[in-house]
């Protein structure tokens, strides 16, 4: 018996009923991302291993999907390696690419690699494919689409403004109320030097980035398990627990950082953001959250997260500046800032929240019946004028009855069957079905544009 086929766990097929409301988010995303000025580039699925370890943080290097060598991989690799299973350092000799982890760190790399080429500030979007090999669950995939949009060779503000308004005009349009979360890696790198731990700012920015999802009794007691003191871990809770207005999250931030230099040129920054955009006017909720972190390494100032109001679901947006991003690669100094749409989450929000207008899934606006092969014919006529006019239309394939062809059409959810019989070859006219109403009528070609226009 032949095996039931089935696909790996994390990745999933989709429908053409499903595709057409993902192109709707990816056409919403896209048609915002060139009206902001931004254009489009690609990068392959693999890049080398040494494009990608190292700059997400350990957790991230466990999770690329590495890539075995083409042909004998294990040609000339110490056996002991496989003996001991030293799977770490076998990898490292038998894999020499992986499946790419974000579409940042390849933007990084083409920047480098295409610098001659591009004009700074550069502003790209990327819509693409990424990989992780992560824990599958609810708003949790293996493979996913990352929808980015950054900006490099500019150390302006101005840019992150830019972009929290892209958020919002996005979300505005998929019509998600949504959260937007902010912080600054300065602020949390002054936090560590305050409370006595300047050296361990990235074991604090891992633990804390999970407070949504453990809560703070296991976030301290990470943060103990990474070597925290308990006087810093004491001295860390009030600070997390910063709330009231944004205004007096600042100044509540302004006055714990007070003489802490990177500390406080964070709040600066969080402060110049926040009220910058809020001045020009925002849709969305806007938060500032002392407990974002975004775990990866490379962010370096402004970071910010997107959360869904109405439905329970991890972040659907994030992202932030990263300053050398490109160093890792010799290109050092650029700075850079970026944000990036989770489509596969925004994908379940509206799925959650049944927000697809009609038209996100609309196929054919006619189909026409087929009669038989001088009926079909004339049909065939109709409908390549029809589809010179921009109006998508169809023609039955085979000389059916009339009941299968109209319950194919309603099956496709086509509105409108084209009826062209004898009567109608000889009038030159398409009787038109409309099937929500049941009605039908004889046009003339100029009257049925009319009608589908």
Request: contains cysteine.
């Amino acid at each position: 018996m032949a095996q039931k086929p089935s696909i790996p766990k994390g990745t999933r097929d989709f429908t053409a009923e499903e595709m057409a409301k993902r192109n709707y988010i990816f056409d919403t995303i896209r048609d915002v991302f060139r009206l902001f000025g931004f254009r489009q580039i690609e990068t392959p699925a693999m890049e080398n291993l040494s494009t990608l370890m190292g700059k997400y943080g350990e957790e991230g290097d466990r999770l690329l999907f590495k890539i075995l060598n083409s042909g004998d991989f294990l040609n000339g690799v110490d056996r002991q390696l496989i003996d001991e299973n030293q799977t770490t350092r076998l990898a490292a000799k038998i894999c020499e690419k992986g499946l790419r982890y974000d579409l940042t760190v390849p933007f990084a790399r083409f920047v480098v690699q295409h610098r001659n080429e591009l004009q700074m500030p550069f502003k790209r979007f990327q819509i693409q494919l990424v990989w992780r090999a992560d824990r599958p669950q609810k708003g949790r995939y293996r493979e996913f689409y990352q929808c980015d949009a950054d900006v490099v060779g500019s150390e302006s503000l101005y840019n992150e403004v830019e972009l929290l308004q892209m958020i919002d005009e996005v979300f505005a349009r998929l019509g998600v109320r949504i959260a937007i979360k902010l912080n600054n890696r300065k602020v949390l790198a002054g936090i560590a030097e305050v409370i006595g731990e300047p050296d361990k700012l990235i074991d604090i920015t891992v633990a804390i980035d999970k407070i949504d999802k453990i809560g703070i009794d296991n976030v301290n007691a990470e943060l103990a398990s990474r070597g925290l003191s308990p006087e810093a871990v004491a001295a860390l809770q009030p600070i997390l627990q910063i709330s009231g207005s944004l205004d007096e999250r600042l100044a509540a931030l302004r006055q714990i950082l007070a003489g802490n230099e990177i500390g406080s040129k964070g709040v600066d920054e969080l402060s110049f953001v926040a009220n910058t955009v809020l001045a020009l006017g925002l849709r969305a909720q806007l938060d500032l959250d002392v407990s974002l972190a975004r775990g990866l390494n490379y962010y370096t100032g402004t970071i910010l997260e997107v959360k869904a109001l109405d439905v329970e679901i991890g972040s659907i947006t994030g992202g932030g500046r990263y300053d050398n991003l490109t160093g890792v690669f010799g290109m050092p100094g650029l700075s850079g800032v970026g944000i990036s749409f989770g489509a596969d989450r925004i994908y379940d929000v509206l799925n959650a929240l049944d927000l697809y207008p009609a038209s996100a899934n609309s196929g054919s606006k006619i189909i026409f019946a087929n009669f038989g092969e001088k009926e079909a014919l004339a049909s065939l006529a109709v409908i390549k004028k029809l589809r010179a006019a921009g109006i998508s239309a169809e023609l039955y394939p085979e000389n059916a009855k009339m009941k299968k062809q109209i319950g194919y059409a309603d099956a496709m959810h086509i509105p409108f069957v084209g009826i062209i019989g004898e009567t109608e070859l000889a009038d030159g006219t398409v009787t038109v079905k409309n099937l929500a109403s049941g009605d039908q009528q004889q046009l003339s070609f100029d009257e049925l544009l009319a009608l589908l226009a």
